[in-house]
């Protein structure tokens, strides 16, 4: 009876409690959002879009995502207990979680996150999670992009008030009432493809746009 009370508290009760604290939190902040026009256009045309963040940013764009919920966005995680947690939060918010990670399960939720893509033409990647190194691309986002023919549209967050922690990824968590930017960066269109080059070229590409936006790891 304990071991499915306890069972019951971490899979159902925990993920609805943080999904409400994260919510109330995020609620303090000053939040703009630039430049999504482009990639929401070209979605509402047809297109694909599959955007990407550094693990350090993600947590202040959660609550706005919730807007995007309508299209079914799909999110890979990893099968991790924390991964879990966050999982249950992200399907509180709307999207579609397919679990697996570059470490465990991962070629199977490829597999499951380019069919959810290829129908629902919105996805989420955190590129150098779950575990880093931190602010390296995974070979994975350029084959999701790749056999999805989507599009990358890399974000990043501006705050001007956090608290950073002592993790892999500096983790990032914006203060309350400071001024939160989501910034989503141009387009990118992948190009053909054709050898082990190219796809290297086109991984570091990604890499060299978006490692610079990492906040000082010191």
């Given at each position: 009876m304990l071991k499915r009370f306890r069972y019951f508290l971490g899979i159902h009760l925990l993920p609805a409690l943080v999904y409400r604290i994260i919510r109330l939190y995020s609620a303090t902040f000053r939040l703009t959002v630039h430049n999504e026009e482009a990639g929401m256009k070209h979605l509402k045309e047809g297109g694909v879009i599959l955007l990407c963040c550094l693990h350090q940013q993600f947590f202040a764009a959660i609550?706005?995502?919730?807007?995007?919920?309508?299209?079914?966005?799909?999110?890979?995680?990893?099968?991790?207990k924390d991964g879990e947690?966050?999982?249950?939060?992200?399907?509180?918010?709307?999207?579609?979680?397919?679990?697996?990670?570059?470490?465990?399960?991962?070629?199977?939720?490829?597999?499951?996150m380019i069919a959810h893509l290829k129908e629902h033409r919105l996805a989420a990647h955190i590129l150098d999670g779950p575990r880093g190194p931190i602010g390296i691309v995974k070979p994975g986002l350029i084959r999701l992009a790749q056999e999805a023919k989507?599009?990358?549209?890399?974000f990043y967050i501006q705050v001007d008030r956090a608290w950073f922690f002592k993790s892999w990824d500096r983790f990032m968590l914006p203060k309350p009432f400071s001024r939160?930017?989501?910034?989503?960066?141009?387009?990118?269109?992948?190009?053909?493809?054709?050898?082990?080059?190219?796809?290297?070229?086109?991984?570091?590409?990604?890499?060299?746009?978006?490692?610079?936006?990492?906040?000082?790891?010191?």
């Open positions: 609550r706005y995502y919730k807007t995007y919920a309508k299209h079914h966005p799909g999110l890979m995680i990893s099968k991790s947690v966050i999982a249950q939060v992200a399907n509180r918010t709307g999207w579609v979680t397919v679990r697996g990670s570059s470490s465990r399960g991962g070629a199977e939720a490829l597999k499951d989507a599009r990358i549209v890399p939160v930017k989501l910034i989503y960066d141009d387009m990118i269109q992948l190009e053909e493809i054709t050898s082990d080059e190219d796809f290297e070229r086109q991984r570091l590409h990604v890499e060299n746009l978006m490692k610079p936006r990492l906040y000082p790891l010191s």
